[in-house]
């Protein structure tokens, strides 16, 4: 994680398996600034590592809204 990196945790509601986990995962990991992205469908949750200087919480929101989950905000 180099200096302008940040890390959030993000709410998210819909998910059912493991199959969701990884729809959302990839989604954000495609956002272009995102270093890393982990999804856990039980805890309803994903923990993002990005560049702030590159990507936004709307940019988050949008990406699970467009994989077909609900973005319940930030941790």
Do not use: P, W
Request: hydrophobic content about 30%.
């Amino acid at each position: 994680m180099n200096s302008t990196n940040q890390k959030t945790d993000i709410n998210i509601s819909g998910m059912t398996c493991s199959g969701c986990a990884n729809t959302v995962e990839k989604a954000l990991a495609k956002l272009d600034g995102v270093e890393s992205a982990s999804v856990d469908h039980e805890k309803k949750s994903a923990s993002v590592i990005y560049d702030a200087n590159k990507v936004t919480s709307a940019d988050f929101e949008r990406a699970v809204e467009s994989s077909g989950y609900t973005f319940e905000g930030d941790k």
